[in-house]
């Protein structure tokens, strides 16, 4: 149990166009999902918690407007990166907390994100 | 500010050598912390540490927490190149936003034949 997906797992981008990245949690219903960056050689960076039904929390230096989370349900949120640039390309991983697991957080397997 | 700083940056042994993992933290909400392997994807769970001075173990790898001097030892023995991988430690609070994780730096570990 405690399976978390995201798609894609790869996708490469033009400039200035706009990608959605899907996380879910495949068996189990999480009423929050983070979403963390990763640059190479680099750990990872929450950039959001993102709360079903309601706004997300955004980490401190992360644009609101450039990184758009939609936690529309108990089992997807979303994350779309609008305006893509080059500096963007990097590891998006999500990670889902069950309500049953208060403090378990379950990983996806992340998204290869690169801007050309 | 919260910080969570691991040593080494990096580490070459050869299979069967014994290596320990450091990390330390200054966080203001603390409940535990956390282990993580990351080979090419998304980490994969090793370990959580609530209490101090309790060794939690799995196989080779074991860690420890001391919460008075607010760090945590990974110590892995016998290590194979399977063993290659960057370790990243987490720490986690309470309730509401604070249940995020706060990563350390990493330590890449090279286990060479």
Not at chain 1, 61 to 78: C, P
């Amino acid at each position: 149990g405690a399976v978390v997906s995201q798609h894609p797992s790869r996708v490469i981008c033009k400039s200035g166009t706009s990608v959605k990245i899907e996380c879910r949690s495949l068996d189990f219903q999480a009423t929050t999902m983070f979403w963390y960056r990763q640059f190479p050689k680099q750990s990872l960076m929450l950039m959001a918690t993102s709360n079903e039904g309601s706004k997300a929390t955004y980490e401190q230096g992360v644009e609101k407007d450039k990184f758009l989370i939609n936690h529309a349900s108990l089992t997807l949120s979303t994350l779309t990166v609008t305006s893509a640039h080059p500096e963007d390309s990097s590891f998006y991983i999500c990670s889902a907390r069950a309500p049953r697991d208060s403090y378990e957080q379950y990983f996806g397997p992340g998204t290869r994100l690169t801007v050309t | 500010e919260d910080k969570v700083v691991q040593s080494p940056l990096s580490l070459v042994v050869h299979e069967g050598d014994t290596v320990t993992l450091n990390c330390s933290y200054e966080v203001t909400n603390f409940r535990s912390l956390l282990w993580y392997k990351q080979e090419k994807k998304a980490p994969t769970f090793l370990f959580m540490l609530t209490s101090s001075g309790i060794e939690k173990k799995s196989g080779r790898l074991s860690s420890i927490l001391d919460k008075k001097e607010l760090f945590s030892i990974l110590n892995i023995t016998a290590t194979q190149t399977g063993d290659s991988a960057v370790y990243l430690c987490a720490t986690q609070g309470y309730g509401g936003a604070t249940n995020k994780l706060i990563f350390g730096t990493g330590t890449l570990l090279a286990v060479q034949p």
